[in-house]
């Protein structure tokens, strides 16, 4: 039986010179098969975890490793493109037709022009953006443009799928859409969701992960994580209010 | 769409952008008059003298492009590309090419135009574009350094002005003219353009675009082994280049070592520089009507009368021609030309000696160049004028000085010159 996908992190040390502290300082993480929810207030360093472990922002020490491969090493190319990133804010241009808009991240993750036109209807269709493939970036609602990132996002095919905020700025409805997509998006077997609604965290994550000031406070199982710290209401948020509290005394 | 073009714009944008680019570009190629029509040579430097202002609006083009490139959120889709370097520089590539596009238009026009006007071409000179090419590269990295690393459109402007601003700069000697391209004074006579001084440019320019189009964006060009050593190949050649270029006088032309004539027209014969053969026909056939006067006296006209080329002594018995710089551009040239030319028999080299030659020598030809005029029926003395009586006396009392003068000028002897008795 071969072994599961494993995204590792290792002494990981990233910076923003020239601040000397530590924007993220993970001595060991391992994101296994499944979804794990990525939970911390602003400027916890979700965003530069995310980035890093997306080979996007080489950090100042330490290695991350997909499948015991280091993803700044000698093979970076092969590895990064198994991975897929939806960014925090993606703002094309907005003259760009939709079609456009994928093939050209589909060109920017050095996916060959032939490969990413055979992919783009299914694409298209698996975030519900087929009929619009002509209509200008520009002319899309806000939850249409996200679920286009989500495609871009999906353009290697990855097998690790790193999601910024993916729900940030959308109205409910389509927060709940969005998050229906997300939980039937086939292929990838690593997903990591950052996000600060705990509400989308609990239901679409398997496991969460608690950061704080760049240091993980909790890496676990969700469910069990909101039972045992969310209180009688089994609040997640509770769960992780109360999780950074205890992190913090 | 071209991915090439993603971030300059819709279609009918980059359209508007290059036609723009063409019509500012119009600007300084015409902002002195076409006199560039009397040498390809002239009409080619006048072409790439355009990126005076393609330059600095593709800067803030460029500026503009980056600008929408750094705040869209893509940079970590950059970063993880196969060669990050390839799609941050995409946009500065393709702002080249659409200025590169609009200059090469703009001196494909200028070059077909003096052609059309009868200047002769010299194709093997086209090659100058090539560190013309340089320096806009060099202009677009300043946009693309301010839009990608300020972030900020309202620097869009500011890239247009500083590039501007360097080409001022290099201009008036302030720094190394890195960032100047053509504009030059003359006629290209005789004349081409310096393969060392252009290219001594070219490598400076592209230094400097390599080491701008890096800090743009460090993570990004700065990543492979290859870009590195292509990037510190440029910056450190184009240094040396820039020292280079900084010390010692470098001219952007140099004279030709033979510099080829087109001679026309018997008694007298004409010969003008091949670069710069417009005003040929209207000269021979203004010094002919006039060379009359001299030949019905039995004076000997010399064997031809020559342009005076740079670096180019004039031969034994040639004599000289005397044209303004505009006038061997131009189509026609004065009937004053044609009779001081013909009162030069010899370009003596009392005429470009340190010392001036003797003040009769000025008098002498003007007073000779007026009577040729006169007596072409070309001009009426004033009734001012000192030499109204002498001029207005008959042949036999002119013929001794004009004989005398005439020999006297042809062989030199400048010191022996004297005006006629009561002018």
């Known amino acids: ?249 | 769409m071209t991915r090439g073009l993603t971030w300059l714009g819709d279609r009918r944008t980059v359209v508007l952008t290059l036609l723009g680019l063409v019509a500012v570009g119009l600007v300084p190629v015409l902002s002195d008059g076409t006199d560039w029509l009397g040498s390809w040579k002239l009409a080619l430097d006048r072409g790439t003298f355009s990126l005076t202002l393609i330059g600095p609006v593709a800067a803030g083009v460029a500026c503009t492009a980056y600008v929408r490139l750094a705040t869209s959120g893509v940079e970590p889709l950059v970063q993880t590309a196969r060669r990050p370097w390839w799609p941050w520089l995409r946009p500065a590539l393709a702002t080249w090419g659409l200025g590169a596009a609009a200059m090469l238009t703009t001196t494909l026009g200028t070059t077909v135009a003096a052609q059309a006007a009868g200047s002769v071409p010299y194709p093997r000179t086209l090659w100058v574009l090539l560190p013309a090419l340089c320096v806009l590269a060099a202009q677009v990295a300043v946009g693309a350094l301010l839009g990608g690393a300020g972030r900020r459109r309202w620097l869009a402007p500011v890239a247009a002005a500083a590039t501007f601003g360097l080409g001022v700069l290099g201009a008036v000697g302030v720094v190394p003219e890195v960032f100047r391209a053509g504009g030059l004074t003359g006629s290209y006579a005789g004349e081409t353009f310096d393969v060392t001084t252009h290219a001594l440019q070219a490598g400076a320019a592209l230094g400097v675009a390599a080491a701008l189009l890096t800090l743009s964006n460090r993570a990004a060009v700065w990543r492979s082994w290859t870009t590195r050593a292509v990037v510190l190949g440029l910056v450190l050649g184009g240094g040396a280049c820039y020292v280079a270029f900084g010390h010692g006088t470098h001219e952007s032309t140099r004279p030709l070592a033979e510099p080829a004539l087109v001679c026309r027209g018997h008694a007298p014969r004409v010969c003008l520089a091949r670069e710069t053969t417009r005003p040929l026909d209207d000269l021979v056939r203004r010094m002919q009507r006039q060379a009359v006067a001299l030949t019905d006296l039995d004076i000997a006209l010399p064997v031809r009368f020559v342009q005076p080329r740079p670096g180019t002594d004039p031969a034994p018995g040639d004599g000289g021609l005397q044209l303004y710089v505009e006038e061997e551009l131009a189509g026609e040239v004065s009937d004053e030309t044609a009779a001081r030319s013909l009162a030069t028999p010899a370009e003596c080299p009392a005429y470009r000696g340190d010392a001036p030659p003797p003040e009769a020598s000025f008098d002498a030809r003007r007073l000779l160049a007026r009577w040729l005029l006169v007596r072409a029926g070309l001009l009426e003395p004033g009734a001012d004028d000192q030499d109204r009586a002498w001029l207005a006396s008959g042949t036999d009392e002119q013929r001794p000085w004009v004989v005398a003068t005439y020999d006297r000028l042809r062989t030199c002897r400048l010191g022996e010159l004297r005006l006629p008795a009561g002018v």
């Open chain 1, 1 to 249: 039986m071969p072994e599961a996908l494993s995204l590792r992190a290792v002494g990981l040390r990233c910076r923003y010179p020239p601040a000397t502290a530590d924007a993220v300082a993970i001595d060991d993480l391992a994101l296994g098969p499944g979804s794990t929810g990525l939970v911390g207030i602003n400027g916890a360093g979700k965003t530069t975890l995310l980035l890093t472990l997306a080979g996007a922002r080489r950090p100042q020490a330490g290695a991350v490793t997909l499948d015991g491969a280091d993803l700044y090493g000698p093979h970076r190319r092969e590895l990064v493109g198994r991975i897929g990133l939806m960014p925090q804010s993606l703002d094309l241009p907005a003259e760009l037709r939709v079609a456009d808009a994928l093939s050209y991240v589909g060109w920017l993750r050095g996916v060959p022009r032939r490969v990413a036109a055979l992919r783009e209807p299914e694409l298209l269709a698996a975030v519900g953006l087929q009929p619009r493939r002509d209509e200008r970036v520009g002319r899309l609602s806000g939850g249409m443009r996200r679920r286009l990132v989500l495609a871009t996002a999906l353009v290697t095919e990855p097998a690790v799928l790193l999601l910024d905020e993916p729900t940030t700025g959308l109205d409910p409805e389509q927060r709940a859409g969005l998050r229906t997509l997300l939980l039937d998006l086939p292929g990838a077997t690593v997903t990591v969701l950052s996000s600060h609604v705990m509400e989308d965290v609990e239901r679409m994550t398997s496991r969460i992960l608690v950061l704080d000031d760049g240091r993980v406070l909790h890496h676990g199982e969700t469910a069990p994580f909101v039972v045992e710290h969310g209180g009688p209401e089994r609040s997640a948020e509770l769960a992780f209010l109360a999780t950074l509290a205890r992190g913090r005394s």
